[in-house]
């Protein structure tokens, strides 16, 4: 809260000499939250995982986030025609329809909730064990109030993401945002191709080839040359 802009504007001006006492961060480690990661190839491998999933894994409610509105309304959709009990949730919805889904989340009567990070800030839900990035976040901040909305309060909490191959770099950054290792999983019966980069870097991120690299520059070369020509 106290990077809010303005806010610090406003506590010049009514407070004095006040204290500022920094409880815990974003970037301290969430010991009862297990994270995973999920590989996946493409956009259909993970709706299929997350069928897969939300099947079968023991959970009481779930929290779903993707990075846009319109992929929230199309798993939304999926997850009504597999007769999975969800809601959706995003910034583009009428505050009167938000709160309606909010509150048969909290009373149990759907137990799926697929958000956009509208849903990330300020929601606390009693009995959220489960939070699946179906899109990884995209700053270690946005990634470490997604999952916490599970595991509050002493509960134990699992949080899975789903990784493509043009995600992996962003969960790299997010590794090394908070110091850790995320834990691998693969879901027995939809093993993804897709394995992980052939060569990393130390910081864990993929390490491109030299020849891909020499094609980069020659290719900005000859856009430069011919630049130069026009003019």
Do not use: C
Not at 137 to 152: V, W
């Amino acid at each position: 809260t106290m990077r809010q802009k303005g806010l610090k504007h406003m506590t010049d001006q009514v407070l004095r000499e006040p204290e500022h006492l920094m409880l815990s961060t974003v970037r301290d480690p969430h010991q009862s939250i297990r994270q995973q990661i999920v590989l996946a190839d493409d956009n259909n491998h993970k709706q299929k995982l997350l069928l897969s999933l939300l099947s079968t894994e023991d959970y009481d409610k779930a929290l779903v986030f993707t990075n846009t509105r319109a992929k929230a309304d199309l798993l939304g959709t999926e997850l009504f025609e597999s007769e999975i009990r969800s809601g959706v949730l995003h910034g583009e919805m009428e505050q009167e329809h938000r709160n309606r889904v909010v509150e048969r989340l909290r009373t149990g009567h759907i137990n799926v909730l697929i958000a956009s990070d509208v849903a990330a800030r300020g929601l606390d839900i009693k009995g959220i064990d489960l939070v699946i990035n179906y899109d990884m976040a995209r700053t270690g901040d946005d990634y470490t109030h997604r999952i916490g909305r599970t595991g509050r309060a002493g509960e134990e909490g699992l949080a899975i993401a789903f990784i493509n191959p043009t995600e992996w770099n962003l969960m790299a950054s997010i590794e090394h945002y908070l110091g850790q290792r995320f834990e691998h999983r693969v879901i027995k019966g939809l093993e993804a191709e897709y394995t992980g980069p052939k060569k990393l870097k130390s910081s864990g991120k993929a390490a491109g080839s030299r020849k891909k690299k020499e094609a980069k520059k020659e290719a900005k070369k000859g856009a430069s040359n011919k630049a130069k020509v026009r003019k």
